[in-house]
């Protein structure tokens, strides 16, 4: 159970620090306004008229809190956020549909809302991640903005979705994951709390500030981009803009995928004659092996951009035609040793290129493509765990219990040991788990496909209302493959007849792992693009990057293109920095 829980909290970590922003600017309130604001806050809990949505809603908590830096944020050591100014405002907590669940377990779908005293008019929901259970903070984290969402005037909602990680973890249930065991807790995990939250959000700002919002907005990555797609595809009259980046919203075949890779990097265990163990699966490649990786597939690719510059600026012409011969010169004449790779570790990258197939070939996800970012830390511990095999593999950590508790019908019980979860992968059969993915068992009524999904390809409802839609992806993301959602974009390009780009654009990040990281261009403001194509009906040609401090070449600037467009340097331009300007072409 502790590598388990090890790696939730290192997987909370990335996600949660993906959304991390700067720090706000707010000034004091003014004193009168303030003092007005605290007695209407406190006048919710006296009896302010709220006509909720849902009968069952209630408010368990509503305090007016005074302008000034955020409190310490609750949580394990080691990943608290940067605190932010805030502004004055109304915090509150709501719950409803409190229940017991089939699996006897007492669920509720329970939400936070701020409201702040000087509002802009504007409403912003942010998203989940991971397995959620998590109430969130409600502050509106917005990666690459220069303040949180609340300290620029929004009201925040966040939400846990259905479950509390506090009172619904069963460690031989599979953990946090042990939800999916009642049918109405993983349908709400999957989408079904999203409408209802966000309709208790709206009837809660209508009363307060006596006006609905002008604009209304959803951020969120991962585990928050399958719900920011689900808001746009099923409940499409919500919100006017959605940023969904690095959307799972192929969660279950994701996760199918995820035991794919783990089958493949076992494989190499195998080949050298050892026991395949979660220790041993992060040995699997050592640090220098998955830096010749990155090595053969830059040799490959790199230049093919017009620009040998550490970054692969299109990834679709990085194909394995060029990569295998690159890894080929890096194979070891004889037995593995230090400085060349062997042959099952080729074999094993090649079978995460390819994707998760049946026995018959079908493809269950999408491959991986080859990219600058293979082999980055980030990239390693969602794939492979830490090197010294002290931080078990996200694959096998999270995504084995979810694949067996959320995403299969019926749910299975791999108990409390993460020996247990490897064994479960290992031994994933992936013609029968498919079925399971799309099997409707009681007491369950849809599939876990059909509860956790959200990768159709029409918006019809979303596109006809004007909304919009932003969707980042980091092209050497290790769980959810960019190639899925460009391949949603292209099956939403053809539905509208090649005007997909009208209303909902996909921007690639070389390099860039989960959300974030990577030898990347991986700062940039995706919630100031869509607040701009929504309100000043502004689109995003491109959306203006720079690496961070982490990168190869920290603080260099790149512009991101719309899918299918790439970045190329404009020949014989040199600017200040001694760098080519970009353009976006295709
Ligand atoms: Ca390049």
Not at 278 to 302: E, K, M, R, T, Y
Not at 370 to 386: E, H, P, Y
């Amino acid at each position: 159970m502790v590598g388990l829980r090890f790696s939730s909290v290192t997987l909370t970590a990335i996600l949660l620090s993906a959304c991390a922003g700067g720090s706000s600017t707010a000034g004091p309130a003014q004193t009168a306004q303030t003092a007005g604001s605290a007695k209407r806050c406190q006048g919710l809990v006296e009896g302010l008229a709220v006509r909720w949505p849902e009968a069952s809603t209630r408010l368990t908590g509503v305090v007016h809190r005074e302008a000034g830096l955020e409190q310490p944020q609750q949580g394990p050591p080691g990943m608290a956020l940067p605190r932010a100014n805030l502004p004055a405002h109304c915090d509150i907590t709501g719950v409803m549909q409190e229940r017991t669940g089939v699996d006897g377990q007492d669920y509720a779908i329970r939400f936070h809302l701020r409201l702040p005293d000087d509002w802009n008019g504007r409403f912003l929901m942010q998203g989940g991640g991971g397995t959620n259970g998590e109430l969130g903070d409600a502050v509106g984290r917005l990666a690459g903005a220069s303040a949180p969402a609340l300290a620029q005037g929004f009201a925040v909602l966040a939400q846990d979705s259905g479950h509390d990680n506090a009172r619904n973890t069963v460690p031989e249930r599979n953990g946090a994951a042990a939800f999916g065991f009642d049918p109405q807790a993983r349908a709400d995990y999957g989408g079904d709390s999203l409408e209802k939250v966000a309709l208790a959000a709206k009837a809660l700002i209508g009363a307060y500030y006596g006006g609905q919002p002008r604009y209304s907005y959803f951020f969120g990555c991962s585990k928050g981009g399958q719900e920011g797609m689900a808001l746009a595809q099923q409940y499409p009259d919500l919100f006017d803009g959605i940023v969904a980046g690095a959307p799972g919203f192929s969660l279950p075949r994701a996760a199918i995928g995820e035991a794919w890779n783990t089958q493949a990097f076992a494989s190499v265990v195998k080949a050298d004659g050892r026991q395949v163990t979660l220790a041993n699966l992060g040995s699997s490649f050592s640090p220098a092996d998955l830096g010749l990786v990155g090595q053969a597939i830059l040799a490959a690719c790199d230049a093919g951009d017009g620009l040998a510059d550490g970054i692969i600026g299109d990834f679709r012409q990085c194909t394995s035609d060029k990569v295998l011969p690159k890894l080929a010169e890096r194979r070891c004449s004889g037995a593995k040793a230090d400085g060349c790779l062997s042959a099952a570790q080729i074999e094993a990258l090649e079978l995460i290129h390819g994707g998760a197939r049946s026995s018959d070939g079908k493809q269950l996800y999408a491959g991986f493509p080859w990219d600058a970012g293979w082999g980055d830390m980030g990239w390693r511990i969602w794939m492979l765990g830490s090197p010294d095999g002290g931080m078990t593999a996200i694959n096998v950590a999270m995504g084995a219990p979810s694949l067996a508790s959320v995403f299969s019908s019926p749910p299975r019980a791999l108990g409390s040991d993460p020996a247990a979860s490897l064994a479960y992968v290992l031994g994933y059969d992936f013609d029968r788990g498919s079925a399971a993915l799309d099997a409707v068992v009681p007491p369950f009524t849809r599939s876990a496909w059909e509860d956790n999904a959200a990768r159709s390809s029409n918006l019809d409802g979303f596109r006809a209302r004007g909304g919009k839609l932003i969707v980042p992806h980091g092209v050497s993301d290790p769980v959810f493959s960019i190639n899925d959602t460009a391949d949603w974009w292209d099956e939403v390009n053809r539905r509208y007849n090649g005007r997909a780009a009208d209303f909902t654009r996909v921007f690639p990040v070389p390099g860039m792992g989960h959300c974030q990281g990577g030898p990347a261009t991986d700062n940039f403001d995706a919630f100031a693009a869509i607040t701009n194509w929504v309100e000043r009906d502004s689109a995003p040609a491109s959306l203006p990057a720079k690496a961070g401090p982490m990168a190869p070449w920290p603080g260099r600037e790149r512009p991101l293109c719309p899918y299918p467009q790439v970045a190329r340097p404009v020949k014989g331009s040199v600017a200040m920095n001694g760098e080519p300007t970009f353009e976006c072409v295709g």
